[in-house]
């Protein structure tokens, strides 16, 4: 009857301990996973340059003036000339922009005085030996603007 009883106690130490062990808290938590985000690369795209032109402004014949531009047909270099004209002398300042076709903006100034000129050289990547669109805006002194020419040069 004793090796009974000690039967039985031993199962049960046994049995207390398995469940001691399954249900003891030693104080310590188990690491949990944090979900991370996980960033999809947004692809990157350069938006064309503009280089559709526009129609230029109706200048009051009292304040015409004109300018020339050319594209270098070797160089791809682009030459803007002021050519004067009746309004001349109410002219405050000439702005030329050139958009490469590279998407490239570069904006120099001409002087009101026949024959000045700004050039917009290919080495320096103000231009390209492609398509590039220039746009020259007139200021005069009332305060008043005109683009007075927006075309697309080319080599060809």
């Known amino acids: 009857m004793i090796r009974k009883a000690s039967m039985i106690l031993i199962v049960l130490v046994i049995?207390?301990?398995c469940v001691a062990g399954c249900?003891?808290?030693s104080g310590e938590t188990s690491p949990t996973a944090t979900p991370t985000a996980v960033q999809t690369p947004v692809p990157t795209t350069q938006a064309a340059p503009d280089l559709v032109p526009q129609?230029?402004?109706v200048v009051p014949?009292?304040?015409l003036v004109a300018v020339a531009a050319s594209k270098?047909?070797?160089t791809g270099d682009i030459t803007v000339t002021f050519r004067g004209g009746k309004g001349q002398d109410q002219v405050d300042t000439l702005k030329v922009v050139v958009i490469s076709g590279a998407g490239v903006t570069t904006t120099k100034s001409l002087k009101p005085d026949s024959k000045d000129v700004?050039?917009?050289r290919v080495d320096d990547g103000e231009a390209t030996r492609g398509d590039d669109r220039v746009i020259v805006t007139v200021s005069y002194y009332d305060g008043?603007?005109?683009i007075i020419?927006?075309?697309v040069l080319s080599r060809n």
């Open 15 to 17: 049995g207390m301990v």
């Open 61 to 63: 014949s009292t304040q």
């Open 118 to 120: 700004a050039v917009f």
């Open 72 to 74: 270098d047909p070797i």
């Open 144 to 146: 008043k603007s005109y």
């Open 23 to 25: 249900t003891s808290d």
């Open 149 to 151: 020419y927006d075309d």
């Open 55 to 57: 129609p230029t402004d």
